[in-house]
């Protein structure tokens, strides 16, 4: 199992910006798809945005333009930078790892978007 810590949460005011970042347990060149899921109260948790192994990215439609996913692999270490933040991108961010047929996650971080 791959060990996944996030940070860069916080509070921030609509039109702000907050970077996410995920730092793996192996070597992030090994896992086929790291990817960004957010859950707000009452509802599911849902994909934001995911990048391959081989750098492919994918987003969700109510992110795109806004959300940019990245890595660098020296550090082992995928973000999130979140641009033009609206009320209704506040949940609490997971960052999952799909390794060898097995799903990890990290604990969570909290996006609050208000002013």
């Known amino acids: 199992q791959v060990q996944l810590v996030e940070s860069g949460g916080g509070l921030v005011q609509p039109g702000g910006s907050l970077r996410l970042s995920c730092a793996a347990s192996?070597?992030?060149?090994?896992?086929?798809?790291m990817g960004w899921y957010r859950q707000a109260p009452g509802k599911e948790r849902e994909l934001v945005a995911s990048i391959t192994n081989l750098g492919s990215t994918n987003y969700a439609d109510s992110v795109k333009g806004r959300f940019t996913i990245s890595r660098d692999i020296a550090k082992d270490t995928v973000y999130l930078q979140m641009n033009s933040l609206k009320p209704e991108d506040t949940a609490v961010y997971f960052c999952?790892?799909?390794?060898?047929?097995?799903?990890?996650w990290g604990q969570g971080t909290q996006v609050t978007v208000s002013s």
């Open positions: 192996v070597n992030i060149l090994s896992i086929n798809t």
């Open positions: 999952n790892a799909w390794r060898m047929g097995a799903d990890s």
